[in-house]
């Protein structure tokens, strides 16, 4: 089976812009979270990226034309410029790299994932539409413009569907009622109707003769025909044009498809998404490729938007967030997680091929992958899911419990860390030192397992594990009981033996990554 190496690697996380920032902040026991007030003042603490897009500019200008560093500020949301800065950062780890990923043509692959998505672009996107067709709906809807509404004012008939009147709703619920209202009577407009066949003529218009010449003349003569449009009915913009084009550019794979444009990677790019275990399927989705030798190289990332009011809210309501202001550390008063934003992103490779070319391995050497899926819960673990997968690892990478030194858990400072250390305690020995690190940097829903295996493979090439914010007295009583060997706010000589890391997704989705030292 062919072996494979990490060659690049790069992050943006809480408080760290950079790898060399990662690793200089993992070496102390502070947690990186900060004050949310993403709703006005409130009692959140996130993991809010440390991170300035302009930096990478001199690299993208000495690449490409003037314009595209100005087109990727102004079209791609976060996630996607976290994922390039991370990718940037992975390529100046080997010198060389970014050539020999372009030589190897279709064989270099691209698997960029997220969790979430661009929630915090689609959202302002929404808002937009949300306000343009409320003005819309409330501009035909006015008497003065609507015949129909007119003509019912006149008489008060019944008529079928009509909702109630906005001044006779609750005023809480007066801004639906009116939205309801509005919108209605729109759908009633004859006015509008006489707009939209007007409308439909100007779209009408086709390109006929020299394509390229009559394109532009068509362009133009809808322009002005629209200008004319909206200046005869005083109408405001339609809704369909508030919604920008970013809705499209900032889908899923938008940073998955940015990062082979800047490295002119021309393999297999998708987006993996497999929510708190995404880096672990891409990495069993990387290592596969190359052992089956589909691919020499996999660039393999996870990005996430910082942290945004529709996650946190949705996390607070999934009752798995802290709410009271202060650090909820992993194994202790199980409080809840907390929520966090940023990228990861290994350049994954063919050992023997790289290696004799020069390249330097990074870190460890991932093992095996194994996934599973609970089939159970949406958001409480099982025993038997994370279990298989621990032993599916293990199988794939010919290793025994007794050969694990340490292991670092999904732990999210929720009910389920017991659970988690519980099912660890059936299958390895009271021996394996363990780590939990959301405390540290939090939540990322996609990029926090990348982070958390970063950390750990960071510290085995440095001969020590970092410490984390939990301290001795700290640990829950429930959970001291089964398992005793952790690692608190001191740095850990490493053990001997290999390491190992789960992690759990939303849905029931797991993935355990065997690794080992470099030899």
């Known amino acids: 089976m062919r072996r494979v190496g990490i060659f690049g690697w790069g992050v943006v996380a809480p408080r760290s812009k950079d790898i060399e920032a990662f690793e200089r902040n993992l070496a102390t026991a502070d947690s990186w979270l900060s004050p949310f007030n993403g709703f006005g003042p409130d009692n959140f603490l996130v993991g809010m990226p440390d991170f300035d897009f302009s930096e990478y500019k001199p690299w993208v200008d000495a690449r490409f034309p003037s314009s595209r560093f100005a087109q990727l500020e102004k079209k791609m949301g976060k996630p996607t410029q976290y994922a390039i800065a991370a990718f940037i950062q992975a390529l100046r780890q080997n010198p060389g790299l970014e050539q020999e990923l372009q030589a190897l043509g279709i064989r270099s692959h691209v698997y960029v994932g997220t969790g979430l998505g661009d929630l915090p672009t689609i959202h302002d996107i929404t808002l937009d539409l949300h306000r343009a067709q409320r003005r819309w709906d409330r501009f035909w809807a006015d008497p003065s413009r609507n015949a129909a509404l007119r003509q019912w004012l006149e008489t008060r008939e019944p008529r079928p569907g009509l909702p109630p009147a906005p001044e006779t709703v609750d005023e809480l619920e007066r801004d639906q009622a009116e939205e309801a209202w509005w919108h209605y009577w729109t759908e009633q407009s004859l006015e509008l109707r006489e707009y939209l066949n007007e409308?439909?003529?100007?779209?009408?218009?086709?390109?006929?003769?020299?394509?390229?010449?009559?394109?532009?003349?068509?362009?133009?003569?809808?322009?002005?025909?629209?200008?004319?449009?909206?200046?005869?009915?005083?109408?405001p913009e339609p809704p369909w044009n508030s919604v920008s084009s970013n809705v499209l550019w900032n889908i899923h794979n938008g940073p998955a498809s940015q990062v082979s444009m800047m490295g002119k990677l021309t393999g297999m790019t998708f987006a993996p998404v497999a929510a708190c275990s995404s880096f672990g399927y891409g990495l069993k989705l990387a290592m596969d490729a190359i052992q089956r030798g589909d691919a020499k190289a996999v660039v393999l990332g996870m990005t996430d938007p910082p942290p945004h009011p529709l996650v946190v809210g949705g996390f607070y309501n999934a009752r798995v967030i802290a709410a009271d202001r202060t650090v909820s550390k992993p194994l202790t008063a199980l409080r809840g997680t907390h929520i966090a934003g940023g990228s990861v992103v290994w350049i994954v490779g063919d050992w023997e091929h790289f290696t004799a070319k020069g390249f330097k391995p990074l870190g460890m050497e991932p093992m095996a992958v194994g996934v599973t899926a609970d089939a159970d819960h949406i958001i409480t673990p099982s025993k038997e899911g994370p279990t298989a997968?621990?032993?599916?690892?293990?199988?794939?990478?010919?290793?025994?419990?007794?050969q694990m030194g340490s292991w670092d858990l999904h732990a999210t400072a929720t009910p389920g860390d017991f659970l988690e250390v519980e099912t660890l305690r059936g299958l390895l020995p009271e021996s394996v030192?363990?780590?939990?690190?959301?405390?540290?940097?939090?939540?990322?829903?996609?990029?926090?397992g990348g982070w958390e295996l970063t950390a750990q493979?960071?510290?085995?090439?440095?001969?020590?594990?970092?410490?984390?914010?939990?301290?001795?007295?700290?640990?829950?009583?429930?959970?001291?009981?089964?398992?005793?060997r952790f690692v608190y706010d001191q740095e850990t000589p490493v053990p001997p033996g290999l390491a190992g890391k789960l992690s759990m997704g939303v849905g029931g989705i797991n993935a355990c990554v065997i690794s080992r030292p470099l030899r």
């Open 389 to 402: 997968a621990i032993h599916a690892a293990m199988a794939l990478a010919q290793c025994k419990p007794d």
């Open 457 to 484: 493979y960071l510290g085995y090439a440095r001969g020590h594990i970092f410490p984390t914010p939990l301290q001795g007295s700290e640990l829950n009583r429930e959970i001291g009981k089964v398992h005793s």
């Open 199 to 235: 409308l439909r003529d100007i779209e009408g218009l086709a390109v006929e003769g020299d394509v390229e010449s009559a394109k532009l003349a068509v362009i133009k003569e809808k322009r002005t025909r629209n200008a004319k449009l909206q200046k005869k009915w005083g109408a």
């Open 433 to 448: 030192l363990v780590t939990a690190r959301k405390g540290t940097f939090g939540h990322g829903m996609s990029a926090g």
